[in-house]
């Protein structure tokens, strides 16, 4: 499986990984990548499915997306690396904490869960994105991704997002809400090593606040931050959130 990517940034820096949430582009990181790039080796790739990287052979699981950011430090030759990922992305950083720890540094998870969602809902959403394209979760996307305030406020970055959502693939797509369907690292978190920030969106109804602290309460070296925002707390609160990374980072 050979993915998409782009590697910006000191030559000489640790490296951070990004990692982006179901339905979404490494787009999403563009408020903070022009500050974290002065920093790190900021290594940027699109989710199988997503973007110009395959799905590959379906259906694939949770493993198999952990491993590919494994698969993509080895080419690239980097040892250990920092990671965050948000949605999807933060539930891969959890699967590389378990299974990955020695390639790993410091760990930040974003508005996700050890399980996300039901398993009928995924497959649910699965067969509908397969039989009627992306363009049937355009409506109700903005509201799991963003509060209502922040929708009113910014219309044109809610387009954008709901735009590109619909020019994804469906079937890659729709193998990532598989790959979701059987996810469930909740018999894991205390195996989980490595120190650990996770971010909550206090108006997040996909991940709750109450997902979070799950996490934390069970894995070692763990902190909690909240934020005002729903789903996707690093475009909605972007400085902020771009904060928090930093000073976990630099800890």
Sequence with gaps: MELDYRLDGPDNAPVLVLSNSLGTLWNSWDEQFSEWRKYYRVLRYQTRGHGDSPSGETPFTLAQLGQDVVALLDHLNIARAHFCGISLGGLTGLWLNRYAASRIDRLVVANTAARIGQRDAWLARAAQVREQGLSVLAVSAPQRWFTQEYIEQRP????????????????????????????????????????????????????????AQRIVSQCAQSQLVTLPASHLSNVECSVPFCQHVLKFLNE
Excluded: H, K, W
């Design 156 to 211: 044109g970055i809610v387009e954008n997002f709901i735009d590109q959502l619909e020019q994804l693939s469906p079937q890659g797509y729709a193998a990532c809400c598989e790959a979701l369907a059987s996810a469930d690292l909740r018999n894991e978190l205390e195996e989980m090593s490595r120190p650990l920030l996770v971010i909550a969106g206090e108006q997040d109804p996909v991940t709750t606040v109450e997902d």
